[in-house]
């Protein structure tokens, strides 16, 4: 298993109420020293614009000091500018203002060696009922990302879909929607981030997700946390859903993932090393009870779809005990 | 408008609970007179097997009474005999036996002169974590529609999705992945069920799926009723969610559509007669409420994605009233 | 721990769609020969009336032979006759009717040693916004619990609140909503049943909800199950909710319940002897390692208010594995 | 019809992901001034401390400039300094901090002639399972507002329940517990606000919650908006769910509710004043189309709880149109 993190991880977090943030101001390389002292840590997913002062090669150098890789360059396209769409938005001079910042990301990813530059369109969507014509909303967000996609052919676009938050509705919200906005784009260097807690969070089965966008050729990264299932609350990995996280798990090693697995977390009220340490000790901890997993019990059992065998062999694999019947 | 209805509205309702039913038994004939009695409708969605002793000329004589077309004939793919699952079932006697029962819907389509044949597999899923191989369970289920689409060229298969119900994952669980499905089985003669109820559950906003599927060329028929969005409650059009049925008649309106919309109602405890009436009075006053709408106004409030000035014309429509500031 | 099960875990299942069951019937003696095979059940909440045929001697005799003991009578005042409602249907001789039931429930459970009629109203409620009186509807919910609390001074009263299913919103919907209305009937025979799931269905957080019931004095009897917390699915114990459950069996060891905890499952596709028994493996799997948690640093982490730290209880308790950081 | 609204409307909106902020900073002065502009606000409910620089005369000065009278204050119990907790901190010097506060609430409310201080602790609760032990978060939810009740016997104390945001699970949750909470602390002088979004994300009915609170004579004050019932997503009155906010209205009337009616949006990308009037419009309407409401024929059909009859009566009343049957 290997990790990486985003690195809004280890950034100031804010939110409607407590607008005064939940923790001091954290520079670029303040967070990727937070990152790197983490000690697990060998890819950031980064966020462009840096933070005020900061350079490309300050980024390098605090990434090299750190032995981390740049994996994403995510831009801010969805600040105050943006707060009515990026790549929907109806004013074309806010929508090219979106490009040009994608554009700047994806000359800093050539730079700093990153492969993918990261899409999240957070604020492309509607928020009420009859706001929008959504097959213009539709088109929009295709024609965005396709731009950016065209932008550098050494540089791929992954797409992040959630189903809401900050805009009430997401244009990318699932998988399966993402995966036929890709299709119709018709290029072979757009993908999508698995994100665990956006899977749960859009009421799918993250297992199954997993093995659908991979099979369709367009996994190119991995995200990882928990929630309730009704928020995106960017828990750490497992606290909620431990036996559907091992399933995940599971199916990332069935595709043979070899990745990093980046943590998606927002630990506003902890301290975010100790958060990070603790998803990825998690993480570790199901790696290892993978290795303990009967692999061809679960095949059979799954073979003949019965739940309670399959959930035998995990109750067995979490919590041992003695047997009735 | 012209209007039409599952024939299950005007059966008998029985759960896990009210295991005596809601109601008296009821048979094929008696559901097709009671649709009649409506006064309404003019195609019909039947299941098939009918109920026993009718045979397929008693149903051609009923439907003939009352001027009344079959629209889909609906196999029950959902049964004791399908609990497990009827394409995705891990038996493959099973799997087989519920062709033949499509095959048998087919046939039966093509002597009433319908010309679709509906496949619900409300079954076809997964209740628990862990359970099923998710990518064979995907393989199953396209496999078992693609089949049944190529058993005869005059009669088109169309899927309705729903995210739960019998099954608590059913696979065609939202019109995005059911469309990616319907790729990847790569036939022109499948489409989908857009059900406005099944949309609101699947967290969908409705008039973009319907959009979405349209736009796809897979739009094949259209169900209607409400719920509270967290389950198929099938209660009558628009009595909870009317904003979003205005807007999903609108789309219906702007796509040209002028087949049948189809009532997928359960009065579990109404008259089911007084309940498709009400469901019909309801969209034919909505339907005339839209041709007093200011589409203009709409389509630039749209433009501009300006949620209040869409929302006014709403509630202009729907309220009139003074106006402050 | 001692266990228990609600009847109908080993009887006939039916639901809207699988309207020929999903399983042959079962008559009330059959039942208790199933839960008397699981080799674990010593008492169980029986539904009232039986099945045809079968007499008040014949239930105890069977009963006497499994060594078993009835915990609830629990009148079946959610069938056709009551569905739409029993204590608040708007007909006064339907909920005459409904406490006639209650009445001969009541004798039931004198004649079988029960301490406890379980009231489950799953009828009483509405369905669409603008269909009832609230007040009066929860005036009718509150006079009819009383009035079955008032028939015998040696029967107690236990009810079981439910979000929904089968009605689309139940009066006793939660556990703060069911206290409310114990203190206002202002009687000291009246309780809950703490039902996991339906707790987990409510968006409570069930140990939560235990604490809450039992500071009030009100929690009469538990049942256990599990489920995707929309929908009252049924499952077994811990097959998504493992963290929760075991939160929720620790808030037991907290009280210091040595009642029995019952079973309330529907096995809809599985054998229901295997799906007891494979709950009640997992609860003693669940009590073991209790038995293993390092009581004194939980305490320590909750009254930090600390997660990272709790939860790194757990994943070591479930998990083991080595350490960063 | 009466109106007020939160200041916040007002004000400048932050959150996790545009966190460069909504729009430019608002000052306390510059809200009430905005308020003003609506044209119709008699009220506010104003936020304490007031931005820098800001005194209370001068907030008294501003308002009466406005004819516009403080209706609560409300401390900022949820910001950095209290995102672990208010009343519920782990920390007693930061419950201590909370309760000073709150005590300078109580006294610009006295200086202000504001007749309630309102508590919302949306930092008190949970994130995650086995954080805390709920016996003792839930006592200090009850000691910390029970001792801001008795700081003054002239100024009361308003309650504003919430699910969940910021804190993940907050103490209080509904309007049941609420309530209970209240019975709990044994003073006359503690009430509660009804939100209708709150209601609605609560899932709660939120006409019968109305009802509920005003019978238990706790009902204080009154705020609206409306939201996706996922999300307190604080949207203008009825854009989404018009049926039910109808009915709110209409239990208003029935309890006789004279006081203002106070606006809580978040208008994140719409001009603050501009939502506000469109808010006020609907209302507006809403009250004049129950004007034109048949509520003897309401009151018949809700007594017979006949959902037809009153749908019907709805939809005549927002539709109009010709009937079938």
Redesign the interface.
Known sequence: MRFGAGIWLFG????????????PEVSTLEAIDAAGS???IEVLDINYPFTEGVSVADVRAALERHGISAWCITPHI???EF???AFTN?EPAVRRRALELCEEAVDVAKQLGAPTVKLWP??DG?????????????RLSLEGVKAVAAMDEAIRVAIEYK????R??ISYA?A??T??GI?QMGREDIGIVVDLGHSLFA?E?P??AL??VN??GRLYTVEVNDN????D?D??V???????T??FF??LRQIGWDQPILLDQ?P????P???A??S???M???D??LDRLDLDA??DA???????A???????L????????
């Open positions: 100031q977090f804010v939110d409607r109420y407590a607008t005064d943030a939940y923790g983490v000690g697990d969805y600040t105050r707060r009515a769409g109806p957070g604020q509607w928020d009420f009922p009859l706001q929008c014509d959504y097959r213009e909303v539709w189903a809401k938050e900050p009430v509705h699932n399966a929607r995966l036929l299709a009421k089965t297992a199954d093995h659908l099979d369709h309730w299932r009704e928020w609350d828990l750490p497992a606290s909620v859903h431990l036996v559907e091992i399933e599971l199916a927002f506003f009220r902890e301290n090393v100790e958060a340490r603790a990825i000790n998690t570790r901890a199901i290892a009870a679960l095949a799954q073979q003949r779809q019965d739940p309670l399959s959930q035998r062999l995990v109750t067995d979490l919590l041992g005990g003695a047997r009735v019947g």
